[in-house]
């Protein structure tokens, strides 16, 4: 989608996008399809689920947000809009080119890191609205060596070889390194390309 749609609230100076809290008994994606129909009049079809974000909050309490796919507006919805007064002033569309010109920066790293998402076709994990950073306790040398003692079959037993997958998941920060050695498309992985592929995660 080319297009964000925000909406700007009378007691904030930026924009924001639709949502809000979840009910007692509600789903995540019932709550957004409600929370858009309150605020905006229109029930458009919400899609797939593109990130969730944990929103640390000191005054609120921290939160985890779900941020969904909104889709496009045809002309029909567009004409049905109509604003919650009590909540909304005005909307407009923005590119995420101009996200930065309009809201604070959290925000505008939650927008564009799920605008990401949906051009990847992928879902997105955030704290505050960026990507986590993965400890990393072992470089690619060490971890090319396990791969290749698991590959060679170089353990003593089953649970060896269970914490020798374990050591290499949280070295490279990819839980599904085990996986790429046992259950690869590729018949003969290399221990380079397994670690290459986990590395990149």
């Not at 509600?26 to 858009?36: F, G, Q, Y």
């Not at 070889?161 to 290499?168: E, Q």
Request: one cysteine or more; glycine letters at 8%.
């Amino acid at each position: 989608m080319a297009f964000r749609h925000e909406v700007q609230t009378p007691d904030k100076d930026h924009w924001d996008i639709p949502g809000g809290y979840v009910e007692t008994g509600e789903s995540p994606l019932r709550a957004a399809v409600r929370e858009v129909r309150e605020e905006l009049g229109i029930t458009p079809r919400i899609g797939r689920l593109l990130a969730v974000d944990w929103a640390p909050n000191e005054a609120e309490g921290d939160k985890v947000l779900y941020l969904f796919d909104g889709g496009q507006l045809d002309r029909e919805q567009l004409d049905d809009m109509q604003l919650q007064a009590d909540e909304l002033k005005s909307f407009a569309f923005h590119t995420p080119e101009q996200i930065t010109e309009h809201t604070i920066p959290r925000l505008t790293r939650r927008i564009l890191a799920t605008t990401e998402a949906r051009n990847e076709a992928t879902l997105v994990y955030l704290e505050h609205g960026q990507r986590p950073r993965r400890p990393r306790g072992m470089n690619r040398d060490e971890a090319v060596g396990l791969v290749q003692r698991l590959i060679a079959g170089s353990y003593a037993d089953d649970a060896e070889c269970d914490v020798m997958i374990t050591t290499l998941g949280r070295g490279t920060g990819c839980p599904h390194i085990g996986d790429y050695i046992f259950w690869a498309s590729d018949p003969a992985p290399t221990a380079e390309t397994v670690v290459d592929r986990a590395l990149a995660y």
